[in-house]
């Protein structure tokens, strides 16, 4: 069994700040990449940010230089930084951890996300 549990979401003023978390336990044998996607109302789920065990890092556009993704391989977590927050930003922020289990199977889990508002 893996859990992620994200935390960090909230209701900010456009230009704000917020950091999000997530922490993956369980029978985790090794974590090969983290991730955050986001789902607008009405809108698919995209790809925010991606972060590889060798700290490889991808952004979508729409964020560069605006948010940071990081990761604490001690702790399992993956991190995002997110400075400069437009309403465009408002969405449910889900992690995304692909990992191979203390039983040698392979997956990716999703935590169970985490609302961010932008809004004056």
């Known amino acids: 069994q893996v859990q992620l549990v994200e935390s960090g979401g909230g209701l900010v003023q456009p230009g704000g700040s917020l950091r999000l978390s997530c922490a993956a336990s369980g029978s985790i044998f090794r974590i090969n990449v983290m991730g955050w996607y986001r789902q607008a109302p009405g809108k698919p789920r995209e790809l925010v940010a991606t972060i590889t065990s060798g700290g490889n890092i991808n952004y979508v556009d729409s964020v560069k230089g605006r948010f940071t993704i990081s990761r604490d391989n001690a702790k399992n977590t993956v991190y995002l930084q997110m400075n400069s927050l437009k309403p465009e930003d408002t969405a449910v922020y889900y992690c995304?951890?692909?990992?191979?289990?203390?039983?040698?199977?392979?997956?990716?889990?999703w935590g169970q996300g985490t609302q961010v508002t932008v809004s004056s």
């Open positions: 995304n951890v692909d990992l191979t289990t203390r039983f040698y199977t392979k997956g990716a889990y």
